[in-house]
Each structure stands twice: as C-alpha cells, then as structure tokens.
C-alpha cells in the first residue's frame, strides 16, 4: 500500500491564480482530512469528508473548495490564491469503525505552497 | 473554545537527560494522539491514548493521559540526539466527525 499520497510536493502560485492539490489514500479509509500549517505552528483542519459525497468545513475554510466523489480521493481546491494560503498542506486519512477505536489518522507527505 | 495548549514551545535539553512536555486541553476528550514531526517532513503516529490513567510506552518515550485534570504528558529518558523533533499532542472533542484540534507543538533539541 502506498498510503496517503498527495501531489505536488511544492508550488509556487501568482496571487489570484487557482490550483487544485490532489490527494489519493489506498487503504479503503472512508474519513479524509485537510490541514494546513503554517510555520512554527500545528496544524489547523480546513475540510473533512466522512465519505464519498459528504463534505463539511474545519476551522479554516475560507479561500478554499473541496469535493469527495470516491473513496480514494479527496481534492482540495484554491481559488483565487493569496499570500496568506502560504503554508504546507497535509492530506490525512483515517477507519473509524467497530474494532477500530484508535482511529488513527494517517498523514500524506505534505504539499508546500508558496503564494508570491 | 476547543483548544490544546502544550509547554514548552522549545525545549533544549543534553543528551542522557529526562524531560517531560506537557500537554492541557480545554474540554471533555477520551482520545488523544501524540504525534512527531521531523523538519520538513510528515507527522508520524506515536501515540494513541483512549482512556484515564492510559499509560503508553516505546522506547525512551512514554505518554500518559489524566482525563480528569484534561491532562497528557510525554515523558522522555536518558534523551538521545535521535529524539530530536517536534513533538505535537492533538485530542478528539466530537466524536461525530473525529476532527482532531492539535497544540502548537514542541521543538525539542537534543544537544550531545
């Protein structure tokens, strides 16, 4: 399995420019998440999913978009960029269910954007 | 307001030393995370603690959670310059949603 998978590693985006960060998990997870962080700092929830179709907003959802159309995938959309989305986006994963009550969330590697 | 505050922010420490960083949230949870990160990387489960009282070790590393006083705690001994990282707790208020509120972390520096 390869786990949570996102790409690109690293962007550079021109203020007001859109792009969307993709995020893909293999391990059949029905609970997806977006975080950012900002630096020096934890990370803040800016949507989740708890499947496929079903979307609702974190702490900081204002500037950005998402859709869940199947399991695997989670896309996190920006439009309009600004320098304030300047951050490292992390795509998470988790299974709560029976016999799961860990619920352990796991992290993609992470998208670096740089808005200038 | 749901919110997770850890101290220290940094910590310096010799190598062979213990330390403990700690780890206050703001309301009710029954399930907290502690979790590392290494500079420019992702976040690597290390701890799942579910219960009062829960204690958890690996290694040099061992985490606690007191849901009475809203309380974890990772303790850390004889420190190694491995263990050197970001350290970050993040606790389940609603568990409709699992949504996790993480603290701001703590750089720890292991010096040799």
Not at chain 1, 41 to 67: F, H, Q, R
Not at chain 2, 32 to 55: H, I, T
Request: contains cysteine; aromatic residues 12%; hydrophobic residues 35%.
């Amino acid at each position: 399995n390869a786990g949570v998978t996102q790409t690109p590693k690293f962007r550079i985006l021109k203020i007001g420019q859109s792009m969307t960060l993709q995020c893909t998990q293999d391990m059949n997870h029905n609970y997806m998440y977006w975080y950012r962080q900002d630096p020096g700092m934890g990370l803040k929830l800016i949507y989740y999913s708890v499947g496929a179709g079903i979307t609702d907003k974190g702490e900081v959802p204002n500037g950005y978009n998402v859709s869940r159309s199947t399991t695997e995938d989670f896309p996190l959309r920006l439009e309009l960029a600004a320098p304030s989305q300047t951050s490292v986006y992390f795509c998470a994963s988790s299974y709560p269910g029976l016999g799961s009550p860990y619920n352990e969330q796991f992290f993609g590697p992470g998208t670096r954007l740089t808005v200038l | 307001e749901l919110k997770v505050e850890q101290n220290p922010l940094f910590l310096s420490m010799q190598e062979g030393k213990n330390y403990t960083i700690y780890c206050n949230y703001s309301t009710t949870s029954d399930r907290l995370y502690w979790y590392r990160q290494d500079p420019g990387k992702s976040l690597e489960s290390l701890f799942v603690l579910l219960s009062n009282g829960a204690v958890k070790q690996e290694g040099r590393l061992m985490a606690s959670l007191d849901t009475k006083a809203r309380l974890s705690t990772l303790h850390i001994t004889a420190a190694v310059h491995d263990l050197s990282a970001t350290y970050f707790c993040a606790v389940v208020f609603n568990f409709g949603n699992e949504k996790l509120t993480f603290g701001t972390g703590t750089r720890l520096t292991i010096i040799p």
